[in-house]
Structure formats: C-alpha cells, structure tokens
C-alpha cells in the first residue's frame, strides 16, 4: 500500500480536486485505490450518523466499496469542538490510524489532508504527524499567490524531507501559466522540488452552479426551478441605464445579472444576452410580463432580501470557494488532470 497525503498551507487550494483526479487516474490505470479524509470540516448527515461531505461525494463518485465511517472516520461539528475545549473528546489519532489501516489491500490510498499542516493539532491528528504515523508521501497542492507560493514548496520540502513527495501549483491565471511553467517551475525543480503539474484556473471548476447561488443568499426562486443546476461564470450588476447595460451584459457569458425589483427594463435587457439567471434583490419580485419571458426562455429569477451591496459581498467571500462537488465538474477534473499531471514521473517517484 503507497500512502500519499494531499496538503496544502491555505484553504481552498483544490486539494479535492486533484485527490479526485489522481484516484481516477489511478483507477484507470489498474490500481486498487482508496480515499480517506481524516478530519472532515463539512458535516453532512447520511441516515442517521455524521459524515464529511467531501468524503461522500468521492465515495460515491469513485464507487469505493469502504463505509463511510471508514473513509470518513471523524468529523468536525460544533459538539466535537465543545467536546474538545471541554476535554471530553476521545483518541481521535487512534480512530483515524485505524481507519487507515483497513486500507491495506489498496494499491494506493489518497489521505484528503486539512487545509494547513497544522489543523488538527489538538487532536494529535494535524498533516504532520499523520504524514510520519502512515509513513505517507506528502503531495502539496499550493494556489498560485507568486514568490509566496514558491516559499510555501520549497519550505514544505524542507520541513518533510524524505516525506515531501512533491507539489502541484494551481489556480495560476491564464496570463502568468507560461510564467510558471518555464520559471517558477525550472527554479523549483533545481532545488531539489519535484512539481507535477501546473494547473491554470478553470471557469468551469470556479462556476458556481445556481442551486449553489441560491443556498448562499438564502433566496426564494421565482420560477424555472427546473434550471437550477446550470453554472454561473459571471456576474453583472444592472445599476446603469438600459442602453450601457445591454452593451455591457453583450460582453459577459454565462452570467448572472444582479438588480432591484423595480428595475424591469435591465432585467428584459439581460435575458436577451447569455445570462443564466437574475437576482433581485430588496426581498421583492418582478412584474408577470418579466417572469412570463424568464419562464419562456428558462431563466430562473431569485428573490433575495438583502440590498445589492450585501448580496455583492456575499457573493464575493464565496467567490474561488466552490465545491467540485457536483458531478458535471468530474469530467473537467479528468480531463485537466490527463493534460497537466505528470502522472509516469509521479508513479515512478512513489516507487
């Protein structure tokens, strides 16, 4: 069994994805692969018990045969974190060990690693101290924040040592990808930093299905409920008069098109562009000549409480933050991971 451990030192990094993508890959290769994700931050319930929402989502997508209380051993949750600082909690170190001990027959096993190397510290659990327990290869999988992130690998690869198995940089803007690639990673490389893949930001995996959008802003949907599940890549807010809003939602795809209620004139204009649904905001909805035409073409109207400059900033701290947790993003995962991940010289490193 060859262990390897996905960390990052920021959250949000696409340590999901590319755990995702490396046991498809895998699999398609022949190998017998299990997933294991230590501490889950996302409580999601399954029946009757609490399990990580990452966890079953890879379960269920890789069709791993493991249950849930193995691949998903333990749970952050509000009464886990009372439990804690109240010194009731149990060994979780053990409870997790064991888990990953019932992956002996497996190939490989993917540890879904928290979002530092220090989470988990007061459980006795953090990345460090697990990597050394499974005697794991440590994969980091670091954003692209400039010199930063080359600090981040190459200070990573100091602490490890022999545990530092190597990093992926990811998220780089399409304008600094052949920077990275023919600097950053050359440098890396010399320093002793295997880099086994230079992933650029997807608007696909960065899109943020509606259903999503909806859940974030707390809304009420005012009809095509039935389109949900669409993506949304951009977003506009109608503040301007019509003429400049229709130039401007010509320029933007796959949008959503954020204005007041009253303002009947830009949301006709924005459903005559690509916009994928318009979000109302002051707690009101529109007129039934507005929702005839969004209903006629398909697209969902949301109704909001909150005023523009809220639903803005709420939607901005999510913004980077989606989930891959939905099945029409596995495709793009796989896809990215065959052009960009070097998946010979990565097998022949864990050798």
Same mark, same amino acid.
């Given at each position: 069994m060859v262990p390897i451990f996905i960390a990052s030192n920021t959250g949000f990094s696409g340590r999901t994805f590319i755990s995702l993508g490396l046991a498809m890959k895998l699999i398609e290769q022949g190998f017998k692969v299990g997933y294991l994700k230590p501490i889950g931050p996302v409580p999601i319930k399954k029946g009757k018990a609490v399990y990580d929402a990452?966890?079953?989502?890879?379960?269920?997508?890789?069709?791993?045969?493991?249950?849930?209380?193995?691949?998903?051993?333990?749970v952050q949750t509000y009464e886990s974190q009372t439990l804690?600082?109240?010194?009731?909690?149990?060994?979780?170190?053990?409870?997790?060990?064991?888990a990953f001990r019932s992956f002996k027959k497996k190939?490989?096993?993917?540890?879904?690693?928290?979002?530092?190397?220090?989470?988990?510290?007061?459980?006795?659990?953090?990345?460090?101290?697990?990597?050394?327990?499974?005697?794991?290869?440590?994969?980091?999988?670091?954003?692209?924040?400039?010199?930063?992130?080359? =600090?981040?690998?190459?200070?990573?690869?100091?602490?490890?040592? =022999?545990?530092?198995?190597?990093?992926?940089?990811?998220?780089?803007?399409?304008?600094?990808?052949?920077?990275?690639?023919?600097?950053?990673?050359?440098?890396?490389?010399?320093?002793?930093?295997?880099?086994?893949?230079?992933?650029?930001?997807?608007?696909?995996?960065?899109?943020?299905?509606?259903?999503q959008l909806n859940d974030i802003l707390n809304g009420k949907v005012v009809c095509c409920e039935d389109r949900l599940d669409e993506f949304v890549e951009n977003f506009s807010v109608g503040a301007m008069d019509v003429d400049s809003a229709l130039a401007h939602f010509r320029r933007m795809q796959n949008k959503a098109v954020i204005t007041g209620a009253h303002r009947s004139d830009i949301q006709l204009a924005a459903m005559e562009t690509s916009t994928r649904c318009i979000i109302l905001t002051g707690g009101l909805t529109s007129n039934d000549v507005v929702i005839g035409k969004a209903q006629a073409k398909g697209i969902p109207i949301i109704s909001v409480v909150d005023d523009t400059f809220t639903t803005i900033d709420k939607i901005e701290v999510r913004l980077g933050k989606t989930s891959i947790r939905e099945k029409r993003k596995?495709?793009?995962?796989?896809?990215?991971? =065959?052009?960009?991940?070097?998946?010979?010289?990565?097998?022949?490193?864990?050798?």
């Open positions: 990452d966890a079953l989502f890879i379960k269920e997508t890789l069709g791993l045969e493991e249950p849930l209380d193995v691949i998903s051993p333990f804690l600082f109240e010194g009731g909690i149990g060994n979780v170190r053990k409870i997790i060990l064991d190939d490989f096993v993917i540890i879904g690693g928290a979002s530092d190397l220090f989470e988990g510290a007061l459980l006795g659990a953090n990345a460090l101290s697990l990597v050394n327990d499974m005697k794991a290869s440590l994969l980091m999988v670091e954003p692209w924040r400039g010199e930063a992130s080359a =600090d981040v690998l190459f200070g990573a690869s100091q602490l490890l040592g =022999d545990r530092f198995g190597g990093g992926i940089i990811n998220k780089v803007s399409v304008s600094a990808v052949n920077y990275v690639k023919e600097t950053v990673r050359p440098f890396l490389e010399k320093k002793g930093v295997k880099v086994f893949g230079v992933f650029a930001k997807d608007r696909a995996l960065e899109a943020v299905s509606i259903r596995v495709e793009r995962v796989k896809e990215m991971m =065959d052009i960009e991940f070097d998946m010979k010289r990565f097998l022949k490193s864990m050798k």
